[in-house]
């Protein structure tokens, strides 16, 4: 949403640029653009107060652009704090401004229905798969891809290693070099093979090697001769999939209902366990522990040998933080 209110007001694009600003005030190396992020905010709840009838919205966003300022050691537990208040808060403003939470494995499989006659379904996932990877991760990384780029411009020029560097801004052990994101790549559709391609070339090495399991280009190239490239990554560019309204076990939800379409009528032996079963096993896991979880500092660790989608994992990260928002 921009600030001029005289273009018509959209709910969904409006909280959509929130959840972006957010991510930037939120993100470990973005400092730079903090100030005008929160500057940015300031601004919306303006408009949204000009606009009328955005009362609660209006509250919300000012009180999330005025949290750093009441929030002390910014540069480690102060980002946390402010990231955990957004968190909670994102969820009303959504419902203040009435929009509605999308079905995630609903808008993924419309790219899947894409390609019907183009592929067999059996192939859907060797698709829809890697290119929700694709826009986790490119979602995940935007926050910080000013500061990437820009810090990677300077350590080329002096021959550092990125990795000592990139993965300190990004806050994950990964990141990205290149100029493209999924939304940048539909800008320009005669180039859009060899965009993607420069895209996957310019993450860390650790990622390149998940897409080279996937075989994604010779993925790519199938899309483009079949004509479907375009619209595939289009759709998955207007798909939500930031870490502040889509969280890790709203992925792992999303991921397991997709499997589930994708495995209808396959072997038994090639389904995956319930989420409900998953989450009748996360509480007999964390039975008798709840008291032991509320202190503060509180740290668990879980294996799960059997992973598969990850399910394990984030039912149970979501138990913890049930019982303690600062326990890990």
Same mark, same amino acid.
């Given at each position: ?7 018509k ?8 640029e929130?959840v972006?600003l957010?991510?930037v005030v ?7 653009q ?11 709840a ?6 009328g ?7 919300l $966003? ?12 910014w540069?480690?537990?102060?980002k ?9 808060a ?31 379904p ?5 698709? $829809? ?16 891809k000013d ?6 411009a300077?350590?080329s020029?002096?021959g ?8 300190h ?14 939304a ?18 310019g ?23 079949k004509?479907?490239?375009y619209?595939?990554v ?8 930031d870490?502040l ?14 499997l589930?379409r ?11 366990t319930?989420r ?6 996360t ?7 709840d ?9 668990r ?10 399910g394990?994992?984030?039912?149970g ?5 049930s019982?303690?928002?600062?326990a890990?």
């Open positions: 949403m921009k600030t001029n209110m005289a273009k007001f959209s709910a969904q694009e409006c909280f959509d929130i972006s957010v991510g939120a993100s470990p190396g973005a400092t730079a903090k100030a005008t992020s929160l500057l940015r905010l300031r601004e919306i303006s408009g949204l107060a000009a606009a009838g955005h009362a609660e919205a209006h509250r $966003v000012i009180e999330i652009a005025d949290r750093p300022a009441a929030t002390s050691n540069p480690s537990a102060g946390q704090d402010f990231a955990a208040f957004a968190k909670a994102l969820p009303r403003l959504r419902e203040a401004l009435g929009v509605p939470k999308p079905n995630l494995a609903d808008l993924i499989w419309k790219s899947a229905e894409l390609l019907t006659g183009a592929f067999k059996a192939e859907y996932r060797r698709v $829809v798969l890697p290119l929700m990877v694709l826009r986790r991760l490119d979602c995940l990384l935007l926050p910080t500061a990437v780029l820009a810090k990677h300077e350590i020029a002096k550092f290693q990125p990795a000592l560097f990139l993965g801004i990004t806050g994950f052990p990964f990141w990205n070099t290149s100029p493209f994101t999924v940048k790549l539909i800008d320009a559709p005669d180039n859009l093979r060899d965009n993607i391609e420069a895209m996957v070339n993450f860390s090495p650790n990622v390149r090697r998940i897409f080279e399991k996937f075989g994604f280009m010779a993925t790519v190239d199938k899309l483009e001769e004509k479907r490239l619209l595939v289009r759709n998955f560019a207007h798909t939500p999939m870490a309204s889509v969280s890790g076990h709203d992925m792992g939800q999303a991921f397991e209902e997709l589930r994708f495995n209808e009528g396959s072997p038994s032996d090639e389904q995956y319930p409900d079963v998953i989450h009748l096993m509480n007999i896991v964390f039975d008798g522990d008291e032991a979880l509320r202190v503060p500092g509180a740290i660790t879980m294996s799960d040998c059997t992973a598969g989608t990850g394990m994992l984030s039912e990260h979501e138990k913890i933080l019982f303690n928002p600062n890990r």
